[in-house]
């Protein structure tokens, strides 16, 4: 299983100097071997596919004798960028193939140059760097020196470049790469776990969650306990929109390329990065909080975002608010991807259910009736079960799973609540409470 740390660097004025130049080495070599590609393409008037990954490798020497910048570059790090050309192209070429096939209109258009103003991620893979206590050391070109007797040899170019904010790293690096992202610079470590294994000493525990916009997670266990767990994500999405919004409006009314709209660029992409990072940390702690509890499999409903959104114009700006709410700043999908990787590797499973009728059910009896988003208790007129309509939609996934295993479902009024709420400070509090 392989696991990703990203660190942030702090290079020096010169070694920033050294990872620019390597990143527009890079751009160029992208640039050429692109219009290589661009050139066949349309001088076969688009009927083969291009040259290949191979034959461009193989001119790669060629290619630093006529351009010495590409010097500069590790030759796994050239290597990899021809790679990336390669996989641009494959997957222009695929659309345009499947576009004639179904004789659809050929909107497929090919990958477009890269601007040398923008930073180019620069790929290690395997080889050319290595970790040096709090330093990471990595390889550029070949560069020339001359030894005490006066002879000229070639030998690799290093960089030793400051981690900062030192901690425990792997040692097992499989992979780099060092990218560039709104003034810093981070170096991406990828390494190679063993996961635990499933422990079958004894029946497995189980999990289900229903995501909501209210409610972050609603939950119900095999054991007979709802949980809720309320997170921050919510009230950081609310505040950081409404700065935004203020930003942009400010932002259409000033004259672009003043020194006013570059203000507000600036701390436009401040507070996108701001509402991002704290979303992301959100998020990984609440994974981490179900990846660490005592059930062996944690299933989470996948909603359809298009089928809780609405056009109708007679909701005004309630039905806006959910709109904007799960169309632009839906996290369960991210979060879902955080928890697939942090179960795996405790010898856990996360399991996506399907959450179709799962709100319109009733959890006791099967009765099924339709409601509005606005009202959240289930009233069954069958049974007169009434349950929260977050608890009764946990449920029935929770019984959608246990029928999968061939154990029996379990019943609403053996439930106890368990409510967790997280504080700006990153804190966990546990709060209980009786159902009905």
């Known amino acids: 299983m392989l696991l990703t740390e990203k660190v942030v ?14 990143s527009m080495a890079a751009t160029e070599l992208y640039n050429i071997a692109l219009q290589q590609r661009r050139w066949h393409f349309y001088r076969h008037h688009g009927t083969t596919q291009s040259l290949s990954y191979t034959y461009q490798n193989s001119q790669l ?6 351009f010495p910048c590409f010097n500069q570059l590790y030759s796994l790090v050239a290597q990899e960028v021809l790679r990336l050309v390669n996989k641009d192209y494959r997957s222009f070429w695929g659309r345009l193939k499947n576009q004639r096939l179904n004789g659809d209109e050929v909107t497929a258009r090919p990958p477009w140059f890269k601007s040398a103003l923008k930073y180019f991620t620069l790929p290690y893979i395997q080889s050319g760097f290595e970790l040096d206590g709090e330093y990471l050391v990595v390889s550029g070109g070949m560069e020339s020196y001359k030894t005490s007797k006066g002879k000229t040899k070639r030998r690799q170019y290093k960089e030793r470049i400051k981690i900062e904010g030192y901690r425990n790293l792997p040692d097992n690096i499989h992979s780099l790469t060092i ?3 709104k003034g810093k610079y981070y170096a991406n470590l990828v390494y190679e776990i063993t996961p635990a ?19 972050f997670l609603t939950g119900a266990t095999d054991s007979g306990c709802l949980i809720e767990v309320h997170s921050t994500v919510n009230r950081s999405t609310r505040y950081f929109d409404k700065e935004i919004d203020l930003v942009k409006s400010k932002l259409d009314r000033c004259k672009k390329g003043s020194r006013r709209w570059r203000r507000l660029k600036k701390a436009l992409s401040t507070l996108y ?21 005592r059930h062996d499999i944690i299933s989470v409903g996948s909603p359809n ?13 309630g ?5 904007r709410a799960v169309q632009n700043n839906w996290p369960h999908k991210k979060f879902l991807g955080y928890l697939g990787y942090k179960t795996e590797s405790r010898g856990k499973y996360t399991h996506k259910a399907d959450e179709r009728y799962s709100t319109q059910t009733c959890s006791n009896c099967g009765n099924r009736q339709k409601l509005k988003p606005t009202i959240r208790t289930y009233k069954c007129p069958k049974c007169t079960m009434v349950l929260g309509r977050d608890d ?33 400070s990153g804190q966990w509090y546990v709060a209980y409470k009786k159902v009905g």
């Open 273 to 293: 990065q701001r509402r991002a990072g704290q979303i992301n940390g959100t998020l990984h702690a609440t994974a981490k909080l179900l990846a660490n509890s």
């Open 197 to 215: 294994k499933l422990g079958s000493e004894r029946p497995l525990k189980v999990v289900a969650f229903d995501p909501g916009v209210k409610t």
């Open 61 to 66: 020497v060629e290619l630093k004798k006529a």
């Open 392 to 424: 009764n939609a946990a449920i029935n996934l929770l019984n959608n799973l246990l029928t999968s295993f061939y154990r029996p479902k379990v019943n609403y009024r053996d439930y106890r609540k368990k409510i967790y709420s997280r504080t700006l």
């Open 305 to 317: 975002k298009l089928g809780m959104v609405s056009s109708d114009p007679a909701k005004g700006k």
């Open 9 to 22: 660097l702090s290079p020096t004025p010169k070694q920033e100097q050294w990872l620019w130049q390597m």
């Open 179 to 181: 990218s560039y992202e």
């Open 319 to 323: 039905n806006q608010r959910i709109n």
